[in-house]
């Protein structure tokens, strides 16, 4: 009996160190966003006014630095969602109950959040928005072969950008199967 009480124990700690982990990057991914779309806000303002063309043409890729950061903090919320799901099951296997449901519901609540989608909407304008203008005046001023090599690169970068988002989406039932096929949820082991 001493033996379960301790792998109860520790698997407690490790979740709460996982929901711990967790919280700390959502953190750091929100104060990051947002100091980041606000100076990039400011620096679109002040390009417009006062007709800065070299902020222009690096807005895009900002806004890109910013999104992969997202990305990675993103991708490493999800793969410790689904270590913290496998814990879960661990504990309520251990306690004959179903108690700790967090990441079989978290599913359910954010997937179809309409404030959600709204703001990866106002995020996607604005990013096409700085896309345009930047192409617009890289063509204006810098002539066709800056052009053709900007748009290279920057399509390059939002290749680069939805490959991260389908790795991200998919971070979490792989960190989940990796944990369940790995480590067996049979205690009599």
Known sequence: MDND??????????????WEDIRLFMGTN???????FTLLG???????????KEIMIFLPIAVLAILFYSMYNLNVIMTLGGYKKYIEEKINNEINENILIWEDIVKDL????IIAIFLYLIYTIFFLATIYLSLINS???YGIT????????????IIGLVISLIKMSRSFKYSYNLV??????????
């Open 30 to 36: 929100e104060k990051v966003m947002g100091l980041g």
């Open 42 to 52: 400011t620096g679109l303002a002040l390009g417009f006014k006062e007709q800065i």
């Open 110 to 113: 954010h997937h179809n959040n």
């Open 139 to 141: 063509w204006k001023y």
């Open 146 to 157: 800056f052009f053709i090599i900007y748009s290279f690169i920057l399509l390059l970068l």
């Open 180 to 189: 369940s096929n790995k480590y067996s949820l049979d205690f009599t082991k």
């Open 5 to 18: 009480r301790i792998k109860l124990e520790l698997l407690t700690k490790e979740h709460e160190h996982a």
